[in-house]
C-alpha cells in the first residue's frame, strides 16, 4: 500500500483543477500546467485531490505515490513556484544575466552564455567579498532542476579545493591532497 499516495492534496486559494481523460491541467497565479496520468483514478472533491488506483496490479502500485508527488508538486508550483539558487566557488567566476540570457564565466578560454527557456526567470546576485548565485525560480518543477543540472554540469564542485558549481547548502566532500 502506498503511503504517500493515500495522503490528500489541498487546493490553495486561487488554484483550479481540471481533469478530462486522464489529462490533467492545474491553473494558478503563477502559470499553467498539463500532466497525463495514466492507470491511477483522480478524483476532485471540495478542496482537495486523491489519487487511487483502481487495481492492485504492480504496475499500478508502481505508480500510485509518483502520480500523487507530481500532482502536489505542479499545485505547488501554480501557487508558490520553485527555487533553486546555485553558487559559484572559484577565483574569477562570474555570471550575469540580460533577461533570459544568463552568461557565466567559469574559468574556461570564454564565457559560456545559456539562453533560458521563459518559464525560468532568472537572477544573479554578485557581493564583494561572496560568491556569485545564481537564482532560478519557476512553476515548473521538473524545468527548474533540470536547468539548474545543466548548468551545474559546466563546472561539477571538484573535491580537492571544492571549485566549481554547487547548490546553495551542499556539502562538498573535500579529499586529502599529496602528502610531501
Not at 92 to 114: C, D, P, T, W
Request: no cysteine; net charge positive; glycine share 10%.
Amino acid at each position: 500500500m502506498s503511503r504517500i499516495g493515500n495522503n490528500p492534496i489541498v487546493i490553495p486559494e486561487g488554484v483550479t483543477v481540471d481533469i478530462k481523460d486522464g489529462i490533467v491541467t492545474v491553473k494558478g497565479k503563477l502559470g499553467e500546467l498539463t500532466q497525463n496520468f495514466d492507470s491511477v483514478d483522480i478524483k476532485v472533491e471540495d478542496e482537495t485531490i486523491l489519487v487511487t488506483r483502481s487495481s492492485d496490479s504492480k504496475d499500478q502500485k508502481a505508480k500510485h505515490g509518483l502520480y500523487r508527488s507530481l500532482m502536489h508538486n505542479m499545485v505547488e508550483g501554480v501557487s508558490k513556484g520553485w527555487t533553486k539558487e546555485l553558487e559559484l566557488v572559484g577565483v574569477g567566476y562570474r555570471a550575469s544575466n540580460q533577461g533570459q540570457k544568463l552568461e557565466l564565466a567559469l574559468g574556461f578560454s570564454h564565457s559560456i552564455v545559456m539562453q533560458l527557456a521563459e518559464e525560468v526567470k532568472v537572477e544573479t546576485v554578485s557581493e564583494k567579498g561572496k560568491n556569485p548565485i545564481v537564482k532560478l525560480t519557476s512553476h515548473d518543477k521538473q524545468l527548474v532542476g533540470q536547468v539548474a543540472a545543466k548548468i551545474r554540469g559546466y563546472r561539477r564542485p571538484e573535491p580537492y579545493k571544492g571549485k566549481g558549481i554547487r547548490f546553495v547548502g551542499e556539502i562538498v566532500r573535500r579529499k586529502a591532497g599529496k602528502s610531501a
